[in-house]
């Protein structure tokens, strides 16, 4: 067993593309990856055939799956691979996996369907054409057998890679087939296995991509190495929005190793020369000077100010309404009301951001960590001045990616550089500081809530304002429609909002832009509005004297699934009963990318106020779970993601420049902070959820409000090392 | 010129001298498991051994370990072997895999001083960086490799 993320000189057949009907139309891959894969000692297999466009089979019944999605870390190249291997019936310890070049797929009609590796869709959406592909192939399969052996295809079973004719005891193995069934037509009519007869999803099967990791081996973007390469180091214009006026070129051109000093766009300059390190040295000697535009004066403080105003102001638009929640609150017995923050956030990577461009006659050639293959091409065609059939993308595994690698910004650059260095391939490569302060960051946001209870504590009327910048304004403006973003009010929304036994709601969002690029960043939106919502919740359950998980199910009444998760993790972590002397509970919900999760946290603070978190239990229903396992590393990995934004993680804002550099200042968790955290998976069936993003939402206000519960202290905004814990 | 002894091999590089020794493991040797992530000795993603010691390569002028016994990654086993790989296999450990270069040689150096580490000396030690969060793998990847080193 084992992976193949390194593409072989193979020649793709496609045989179907959607609707080809054995139309075969060849492809090339593209070449230049052999070289930068020469570093690696990972046998290449040799040439299979093509049984369908999911699946190559070699004559040892080594079965390649090709992968279309992205992986980052988040095991989807292992899941995709279940999926196909699930209908195929073919030996998982033979599998293998490739990745689709984005051209090839591109060409075809995407016939590999979307290559965007984000919102935690790598499954949930490929899951029918992916196993329809692994189906598909087992009936050629059989149909192939069939021929050989001269009897219906009926009478034939599939299993662990060989076909059974098992009235007359004769079989053939999938490798003695492939080359006959890849001659045949593509079925139509493709049924899938019914659930009852999975073998491969639910089961923990080992990663296919672990083995390479633990040697040094992985390539990934930052280690391509080709012939005649050059490195690259950027400069960009340290103010948002602002301009590069000139550079001194002359003062650098003598220095070990460089070659060009360039312009690569209106805001950006860049060092070449022949090794990264003389560049980034040289680059640091070359004086610069900067047009730093007309946010030069920006701070963390005018933007807080900006939003502040937002929170009461008259232009908000309304995403949730239910009855008439202002004259709700405004007759209540009690009113409750509270004000939170939350910082930018660097998705911080820990590969910089990295891609090697080439630009000749021929085209444009990149080699680039992506989340989206398909935008990549773009990206480097536009760059390059050339059409998208001119275009070969290289995808190489990611260092990380947390939303930050599907903007394509580092791809533009490396074309735009490359593109005045005709002939030769040129990594460029950000350095950590560059990577921290042109990020396109966690949007900031402040909300106000305001609970209306009645003299019995139950909660008549919520509103819900928040105010802050949207993604879609920059990223995708014509979703947003009448000042209204969505996704502004993800996880608080239709079916997402769980809590709609609230009689009168509103949520609405006032949009308030800064000049911060901003992005999405691993769990987007969710993450500040279960902060908000959580947190709140737990006010509310406090103010009306009542236990935070009796006030939810209440709530949840109507949201059957969005409780049976908050039970589950109450029910693993003993909610009722009594915890060590000094440790307290914590507890919380959300339902995000197609999956409900919630969390217990169980934490302690000493009375110098040194917190300590002891024990996360997060349960999480994704409909059905593909490997637990891999759900299991998402849910620790999350609060890890979650809780560093928590406890250390912002980005500040001076003179219209991102403050922190490195991780000195962008303070991230490390072993020593991180609690048990034990998963509790509830797959109701029925739907596929995402995993890699919904439990980062539960991570953090799980752990305020059991600070609440230690401490008294409420904690509105983050991250926490600005607070003092310590008993007054 | 300077003289490195790398993986057990000697190597005459043409770099000046105050290059990081991470950048000539990995742009004049071609030793890429040796990773970048901050440059300033922060991360640990860059974690190689030093005469036996885990140090932070990125940190490192070249000149300053001429005369020293460089391990990186590529050099810890010939096939993947070493207990701290196989423990990080059997615990499924990478995510995305970026860090675990610094990781498993930071791992090394503990076991190599302290065969049974507590929970404390994991803390104490471990200090790189996993943005994926593999950590609590990590956490019981190390356990485990020390009771195998036990056995």
Redesign the interface.
């Known amino acids: 067993m084992g992976i193949v993320t390194k593409l072989s000189r193979r020649k793709f057949l496609v045989a179907t593309a959607t609707a080809g009907g054995g139309m075969a139309l060849a492809w090339t891959v593209p070449g230049g990856i052999l070289d930068a894969l020469a ?1 690696t000692t990972m046998p290449q297999p040799a040439l299979g055939a093509e049984v369908g466009i999911w699946v190559v089979i070699h004559p040892d019944d080594t079965t390649v799956v090709r992968i279309a999605r992205s992986e ?4 989807t190249l292992t899941g995709l691979a279940q999926l196909v291997a699930e209908d195929l019936e073919c030996d998982w310890s033979k599998v293998q996996a490739e990745y689709i070049p984005p051209e090839v797929n591109l060409a075809n009609k995407r016939a590999w369907g979307d290559m965007s590796t984000g919102g935690s869709r790598g499954i949930r959406t490929s899951v029918d054409y992916v196993r329809k592909g692994g189906a598909a192939a087992r009936m050629m399969l059989v149909q192939a057998a069939a021929t050989k052996l001269g009897v219906p295809a009926g009478e034939l079973t599939a299993e662990n890679s060989v076909v059974t004719h098992k009235a007359s005891g004769r079989s053939l193995r999938y490798g003695e087939l492939a080359e006959a069934a890849a001659k045949l037509e593509v079925p139509k009519d493709i049924p899938l296995k019914a659930e009852k007869d999975w073998k491969v999803i639910g089961k923990g099967v ?2 296919l ?12 973007a ?2 391509v ?1 080709l012939p005649d390469m050059l ?1 690259a180091a950027i400069a960009q214009c340290p103010v948002f929005g602002g301009t590069l006026t000139s550079f001194d070129a002359e003062k650098i051109k003598g220095m ?1 190793g460089v070659r060009h000093v360039l312009k690569v766009d209106d805001s950006t300059v860049a060092v070449v020369a022949d ?3 003389q560049a980034k040295t040289a680059l640091d000697a070359l004086p610069i000077v900067w047009n730093e535009g007309p946010h030069a004066n920006v701070s963390s403080q005018s933007i807080a100010a900006f939003l502040k105003e937002g929170l009461d102001a008259k232009d908000a638009a309304a995403g949730h309404v239910i009855g008439d929640a202002p004259k709700a609150i405004a007759a209540a017995a009690k009113k409750v009301e509270g004000v939170y923050g939350t910082p930018f956030l660097n998705h ?5 951001m990295n891609c090697t461009a080439k630009v000749s006659a021929e085209g444009v050639e990149i080699w680039v960590a992506s989340q989206n293959g398909d935008a990549s091409l773009a990206a480097a065609a536009e760059a390059g001045g050339v059409p998208l059939s001119k275009v070969k993308v290289n995808k190489l ?6 939303g930050r690698r599907g903007m394509q910004d580092y791809t533009r650059q490396a074309v735009l550089i490359a593109k005045q260095v005709p002939g030769r391939p040129v990594k460029m ?1 950000w ?2 500081e560059e990577d921290m302060q042109h990020g396109f960051y966690r949007p900031i946001t402040q909300a106000k809530l305001v609970g209306g209870l009645d003299a019995e504590g139950n909660l008549t009327g919520l509103h819900m304002r928040i105010s802050g910048q949207s993604i879609l304004a920059s990223v995708a403006p014509s979703r947003v429609v009448n000042g209204l973003d969505r996704l502004h009010m993800q996880g608080l929304l239709d079916d997402e909002f769980g809590y709609m036994a609230i009689p009168n709601l509103l949520v609405d969002h006032a949009m308030r832009n800064t000049h911060v690029p901003v992005g999405f960043w691993r769990g987007v939106n969710h993450n500040q509005n279960a902060i908000y919502l959580e947190c709140f919740m737990d006010e509310l359950a406090h103010a009306a004297g009542k236990d935070p998980l009796e006030f939810r199910r209440k709530l949840l009444a109507k949201n059957p699934k969005h409780l049976a998760v908050l039970n589950a993790a109450a029910e693993k972590a003993e909610y009722g009963k009594p915890l060590p002397p000094g440790v307290h509970r914590g507890i919380c919900q959300n339902y995000g990318f197609g999956s409900y999760t919630a969390a217990v946290a169980e934490v302690s603070v000493s009375d110098k106020g040194k917190l300590k978190i002891h024990r996360i239990v997060a349960a999480t229903d994704c409909g059905y779970a593909l490997n637990p ?2 759900i299991a ?1 998402q849910v ?6 979650g809780l560093s934004a928590l406890l250390y993680s912002e980005n500040t804002v001076e003179k219209g420049r991102i403050v922190e550099g ?3 200042t962008y303070e ?5 902070d ?1 609690p ?2 034990e998963t509790v998976i509830v797959p109701s069936g029925g739907f596929w959820g995402g995993v890699g993003e919904p439990t980062i939402a539960v991570a953090a206000p799980a752990v305020l409000n059991a600070i609440f519960a230690a401490t008294g202290k409420r904690i509105r905004t983050l991250p926490l090392k600005h607070h003092d814990l310590a008993k007054a | 010129m300077i003289k490195l002894n790398v993986n057990g091999r000697v190597h005459d590089i043409d770099v000046d001298g105050d290059t990081p020794l991470l950048w000539v493991l990995r742009e004049q040797l071609g030793f890429t498991g040796t990773k970048y992530g901050c440059g300033v000795a922060l991360c640990g993603a860059c974690t190689v051994h030093v005469d036996g010691q885990p140090q932070r390569s990125c940190a490192i002028p070249a000149s300053a370990v001429a005369d020293a016994k460089i391990i990186t990654i590529e050099g810890l086993s010939p096939d993947s072997s070493h207990p701290v790989q196989k423990a990080w296999l059997a615990h499924e450990v990478p995510q995305c895999g970026y860090c675990q270069s610094g990781q498993i040689m930071a791992a090394v150096a503990l076991l190599a001083e302290k065969p049974k580490p507590t929970d404390e000396d994991i803390d104490q030690a471990m200090t790189n960086i996993c943005r994926c969060g593999t950590y609590p793998r990590i956490r019981a990847a190390i356990h485990a490799a020390a009771g195998n080193s036990r056995a």
């Open positions: 570093q980052m870390g988040q095991g080992k990663r991509d672990t083995v390479d990791k633990l040697n040094g081996k992985q390539i990934y930052i280690d190495i490195n070990k090794t990264w390190w911080a990577t820990l590969e910089p595994h990611l260092g990380g990616g947390f490569i350095s950590r396992d891999q590393a620790e990995g999350s609060f890890v993601y490195n991780f000195d991230v968790m490390k072993i020593e991180m048990k955290v």
